[in-house]
Structure formats: structure tokens, C-alpha cells
């Protein structure tokens, strides 16, 4: 089955820094990577994702960009606030029809005022 | 904006008990699961479900669970004898398609006492 790794657990940084999360996956057939934000108390909510066809997508703040060769897909967040201090959670869903998705063990990141 | 949602928020039950815990996938949805999180821990797969049978299932769903989708609406997820390790945020998750994004619910907090 599919592997996901996470890097790091935890990461703490001043407000207005980047944050760059890193996740690494097994399953070459793979080919839709999506970043997940959870806050606390409540369920994973999808803040970005990209498919195998681009190396990159940006929405505001937030990017992914994904290396295939590597197996390997990073969530930037530039310009962080303290409303981004969440647990982020990458997944690896396969090209199957079952479709579950594998999670990373998660990245607490706190963004300092 | 679609949303899945899951009754209760909370559950608290004693230890041999059964327990319910109910979804509203998204309408167009086909394919549903559930996944549940130990607190502190990484979210964890639980079974997926497509065209009214299971398609995969983890080491976690023994006999012990069971899912339904009794209506073409709800989607359960039943315990019949609840066991202390089984305590843990259980989520729902739908999606449309295959390769598609994953919506998950605000999840379900069961305590078992």
C-alpha cells in the first residue's frame, strides 16, 4: 500500500515568515496530492491540492509543488499569520476507484505574533 | 456550498455498548468513508464504500464495525461492542469521483467509558 511521510512534526515560526511543509509518497501510480488544514476540534478541510500534469499551483498565500521523479510534494505558506497555526496533514490518494487516502502524520505549525 | 455532516458531535457510551454514528455525504457524492484520529495522532483509515458494497477496509474494521447505507442519503458506521481503544474523533469523507477531492465531515467525538 501507500506510504506517506511527513516532514516535520512540528514547526513554530514568527508571523510573516514561510512555512514549508514536505511529504514524500510510495505509489508512483499516485497522481493527486492534496494539502489538508485541521484546526482544533474540527474535521480536515482541503486548503489546496495539485494533479500529476503540473509541477505547481498557487493560491494566494498557499502553494504545492510536486516533484514526480522524486515522490515528493511540499505546501509553502508565505507571508504566515497566526490564524495559520493549524495541524497540516498531506495525502496520497491512489488511482483506484477505492480511492482511500493515506496521511501524513501531520505538521503542527504554529505561527508566532 | 455542499457540505458532508455527521450526527452526533459527540457520543459518550459504556464499554460492550453499541454505537451509531451517522453521515449526510455531499448528494452527488458516490464513493463515502471513514476514517477516524486517535487524539494526537494522525488521521487513520477505516473502509470505503462505492456502489452499496465495501471496496476496502483496513486491519482496524474487524467484525466489530460495520457500515450501511440504509437510504441513498445516510451513511453509518456501526460498533457493535465498543471498546475503550475504540474512543478517537471518527470523520466521514465523500467524493464524486475517482481521483476527485475528498470532503470530510466536522466528525463525530466518541468517548468510551
Known amino acids: 500500500g501507500e506510504n506517506v511521510e511527513q516532514h516535520p512534526s512540528t514547526l513554530s515560526v514568527q508571523e510573516g515568515d514561510s512555512a514549508v511543509i514536505k511529504c514524500t509518497y510510495s505509489?508512483?501510480?499516485?497522481?493527486?496530492f492534496p494539502w489538508y488544514k485541521q484546526e482544533l476540534g474540527k474535521g480536515p478541510q482541503l486548503i489546496i491540492d495539485?494533479?500529476?500534469?503540473?509541477g505547481e499551483k498557487k493560491d494566494q498565500r498557499i502553494a504545492v509543488t510536486l516533484n514526480k521523479t522524486a515522490k515528493h510534494f511540499s505546501l509553502h505558506i508565505t507571508e504566515t499569520q497566526p490564524e495559520d497555526s493549524a495541524v497540516y496533514f498531506c495525502?496520497?490518494?491512489?488511482?483506484?476507484?477505492?480511492?482511500?487516502?493515506?496521511f501524513g502524520d501531520g505538521t503542527t505549525l504554529t505561527v508566532k505574533p | 456550498e455542499p457540505e458532508v455532516t455527521q450526527t452526533p458531535s459527540h457520543q459518550v457510551t459504556q464499554m460492550g455498548q453499541e454505537v451509531i454514528l451517522r453521515c449526510v455525504p455531499i448528494?452527488?457524492?458516490?464513493?463515502f468513508y471513514w476514517y477516524r484520529q486517535i487524539l494526537g495522532q494522525k488521521v487513520e483509515f477505516l473502509v470505503s464504500f462505492y456502489n452499496n458494497e465495501i471496496s476496502e477496509k483496513s486491519e482496524i474494521f474487524d467484525d466489530q464495525f460495520s457500515v450501511e447505507r440504509p437510504d441513498g442519503s445516510n451513511f453509518t458506521l456501526k460498533i457493535r461492542s465498543t471498546k475503550l481503544e475504540d474512543s478517537a474523533m471518527y470523520f466521514c469523507?465523500?467524493?464524486?469521483?475517482?481521483?476527485?477531492?475528498?470532503?470530510f465531515g466536522p466528525g463525530t467525538r466518541l468517548l468510551v467509558l
Open positions: 495539485i494533479r500529476s500534469n503540473v
Open positions: 505509489d508512483s501510480a499516485s497522481n493527486y
Open positions: 469523507a465523500s467524493r464524486v469521483g475517482k481521483g476527485e477531492t475528498q470532503y
Open positions: 448528494s452527488n457524492h458516490l464513493y
Open positions: 495525502a496520497a490518494p491512489p488511482n483506484t476507484n477505492a480511492g482511500k487516502s493515506t
